[in-house]
Nanobody, 126 residues
Framework: QVQLIESGGGLVQAGGSLRLSCAAS????????MAWFRQAPRKEREFVAA????????VYADSVKGRFTISRDNAKNTVSLQMNSLKAEDTAVYYC???????????????????WGQGTQVTVSS
């Protein structure tokens, strides 16, 4: 059974930092794109960041560019999201996603990913 398990969420003050991690089990995603999405209350799930299989390509939403950094460790089958200079509008449930198909791309489209974690809550107080 394939699982993506996120960790690292929590409550932080505006301007602070958090690091999210996602551990995959059941299969390796070392040749596949992985990404982070988020969903705020009463809003659609939106793209945050994506990374190609070797980490050579990263893509970010404009709203997080320069503040968030996505990275991966293929030996550990993990992907991380370092979030700095957090704002109240970053409050959301953050989801890890993986594409099961080997590819050198880093997709920003939600429908390209077919494995999802359960999400971890990030709350930024202003």
């Amino acid at each position: 059974q394939v699982q993506l398990i996120e960790s690292g969420g929590g409550l932080v003050q505006a301007g602070g930092s958090l690091r999210l991690s996602c551990a995959a089990s059941g299969r390796t995603f070392s040749s596949c794109p992985m990404a982070w999405f988020r969903q705020a209350p009463r809003k659609e799930r939106e793209f945050v960041a994506a990374i190609s299989w070797r980490g050579g390509t990263t893509v970010y939403a404009d709203s997080v560019k320069g503040r968030f950094t996505i990275s991966r460790d293929n030996a550990k089958n993990t992907v991380s999201l370092q979030m700095n200079s957090l704002k109240a509008e970053d409050t959301a449930v953050y989801y890890c996603a993986a594409d099961s198909r080997p590819s050198g791309y880093a997709w920003s489209q939600r429908d390209q990913y077919n494995y999802w974690g359960q999400g971890t809550q990030v709350t930024v107080s202003s």
